[in-house]
């Protein structure tokens, strides 16, 4: 299997960067959280409020796992790599892309946002250590592209050329 995966924190730009990139690149998207909530019916937030992060977590790993279709682009939840059976997998089916973005920059991406459940304020106050913690897992990407202070126009122009020097597969 041969797919482009999109990973990074919260609010790096993952799906508004996977529309533009399939766009140009002429592919299909799928994002693993709105996979998720069509497959349970339900939000992400309302999964995590009546189940819990743990039941979230595995429905992520199950679902991963069962997305269709090949040469696609797939954007991710910014927790997916905290599992080691989902960056094994990813990278066993696909080239991964992480997208980095400096703290202090997705702050301030997030600072209105009330949608994502580990944005309420309790996780607030965690939020950095989270990013510290995950930062490891994420630069076990194949690529990094730091987003930091760059307009959506020129990330895609950066990952299109990447992937026309090294196409993950023969168009
Ligand atoms: C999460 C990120 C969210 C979503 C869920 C948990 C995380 O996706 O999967 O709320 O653990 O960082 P986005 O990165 O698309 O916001």
Request: glycine share 8%.
């Amino acid at each position: 299997m041969q797919r482009i995966y999109l990973t990074g924190f919260m609010g790096a730009g993952k799906t508004t960067i996977g529309q533009c990139l399939a766009k140009r690149l002429g592919l299909s998207m799928i994002d693993t959280d709105e996979y998720i909530e069509e497959q349970i019916g339900k939000t992400i937030k309302r999964i995590f409020a009546e189940e819990g992060e743990a039941a979230f977590r595995q429905y992520e790993r199950e679902f991963l796992r069962a997305l269709p279709l090949d040469k696609i682009i797939v954007t991710t939840g910014g927790g997916i790599v905290i599992q080691k059976e989902n960056r094994d997998w990813m990278k066993r089916t696909g080239t991964v892309i992480y997208l980095h973005c400096e703290f202090a920059e997705l702050l301030k991406r997030l600072e209105h946002d009330d949608t994502r459940p580990l944005l309420s304020q309790h996780h607030r106050q965690g939020l950095e250590e989270l990013w510290q913690q995950r930062l490891p897992y994420y630069q076990e990407a194949d690529w990094i592209i730091d987003t930091t202070g760059q307009s959506i126009e020129q990330i895609v122009d950066e990952i299109t050329k990447m992937i026309k020097n090294d196409p993950p597969w023969k168009y």
